[in-house]
């Protein structure tokens, strides 16, 4: 069935850690993004990507990085995790011809010690 | 730089009555407004969009450029809309800004 997973759901870890948030699509589609997202706040978008080996940094500022060497796959790594990065992060997927409708996974929810 | 405006962190209407969410947002050019919706335990998705001119689950929204809003409406609430409702704009760069979303709660 086609969908858009995340792992891990939750997260807790200690500063300092390298931690890796996967995100995996079998829809077919082309275009990825990773969004941040704090309790009443708004979804900033912190990465994109229209295919493979592209990928842009989002509106809001990240520490974090991302790859993508495959269509399906989008993760994003943090190198140092500080609690500042205690979050939810939301990956969703689009087709490259652009309507609007983005594909969400059911998010990541991280906290930092 | 474009920016998504929602007044109301929270929202209370009573089954049956009228509903509205506000959207404001900021942009000179063409914009592509949206609603996503998000319902207990479910993921982000799409309501509808301005374009498609569309109701969906009885909800209507209609692009004021004049008053820059893009308010979302449906005139009898029900309690299964109870969500998190986003509205989301699209600039030129065709990537969405969105709100910082209004809870709403249909009572009984």
């Known amino acids: 069935e086609a969908d858009i997973y995340q792992t891990p759901r939750y997260l807790v870890i200690g500063t300092g850690k390298k931690i890796t948030l996967e995100c995996s699509q079998t829809?077919?589609?082309?275009?990825m993004y990773w969004y941040q997202q704090d309790p009443g706040m708004e979804l900033h978008l912190i990465h994109y990507?229209?295919?493979?080996?592209?990928?842009e940094k989002g509106d809001l500022s990240s520490e974090s990085t991302v790859s993508r060497i495959r269509t399906e796959h989008f993760p994003l790594t943090l190198e140092s995790a500080r609690p500042s990065h205690t979050s939810q992060y939301l990956c969703?997927?689009?087709?490259?011809?652009?309507?609007?409708?983005?594909?969400f996974g059911e998010g990541s929810r991280l906290t930092v010690l | 730089a474009q920016r998504v405006t929602q007044p109301e962190k929270l929202l209370s209407v009573f089954k049956g009555a009228p509903v509205e969410l506000k959207c404001n947002y900021s942009?000179?050019?063409?914009?592509?407004l949206f609603w996503y919706v998000q319902y207990s335990r479910q993921r982000l998705q799409l309501l509808l969009r301005?374009?498609s001119r569309e109701s969906i689950k009885g909800f209507t929204a209609d692009l004021n450029k004049g008053e820059t809003s893009f308010h979302l409406k449906k005139p009898f609430a029900q309690e299964e809309d109870s969500a998190m409702y986003y509205c989301?704009?699209?600039?030129?760069?065709?990537?969405?800004?969105f709100g910082s979303g209004t809870q709403l709660t249909v009572l009984p």
């Open positions: 969703a997927s689009s087709r490259l011809a652009y309507t609007g409708e983005l594909f």
């Open positions: 829809m077919g589609h082309d275009k």
């Open positions: 990507s229209y295919g493979v080996n592209s990928t």
């Open positions: 942009y000179s050019g063409s914009p592509e």
């Open positions: 301005h374009i």
């Open positions: 989301a704009h699209s600039g030129s760069a065709r990537q969405l800004t």
